[in-house]
């Protein structure tokens, strides 16, 4: 019988945001040393408002998240929210803003899938442990 771990997402997360909020966009444990955004987001079905600390993918001034779940078959619920409602905010380094959730496609998608796999190796095995394509996100500022 395999051990089960009890996990809270929630809490970890409120500490990881915490903590970013207070060393100015930066976080240690899992993140140290990652690029990190905030994405506020809203349940497509409870329109409830929650912010997801995530790793991301930045190039010349572009945003990119990643909807792996740690190599999950399912999308993270985030993943939903943003295609269900992708005007929010987003929080990087001290500044907060406005964006518009945009799911890449086709090369586009490889190609910063590729990138953010060559910088933290992780996201390749997150994608070798799925059968689904983990989808690519630009957060573009609006």
Request: aromatic residues 10%; without cysteine.
């Amino acid at each position: 019988m395999a051990d089960t771990i009890d996990f809270d997402f929630d809490e970890l997360n409120r500490g990881v945001i915490a903590e970013f909020r207070e060393k100015g966009g930066k976080a240690g444990g899992m993140f140290e040393g990652v690029p990190l955004v905030l994405v506020h987001h809203t349940g497509a079905k409870s329109g409830t408002q929650r912010i997801a600390p995530l790793a991301a993918y930045v190039e010349n001034d572009r945003i990119y998240i990643f909807a792996s779940k740690g190599g999950a078959d399912e999308n993270p619920a985030w993943y939903h929210n943003l295609v269900a409602n992708p005007e929010t905010k987003a929080e990087f380094g001290t500044e907060t803003f406005s964006v518009r959730a945009r799911v890449l496609t086709g090369s586009e998608r490889e190609d910063i899938y590729a990138k953010q796999s060559a910088v933290l190796p992780q996201f390749a095995e997150y994608q070798r442990k799925t059968s689904r394509v983990i989808p690519v996100i630009e957060l573009e500022r609006i």
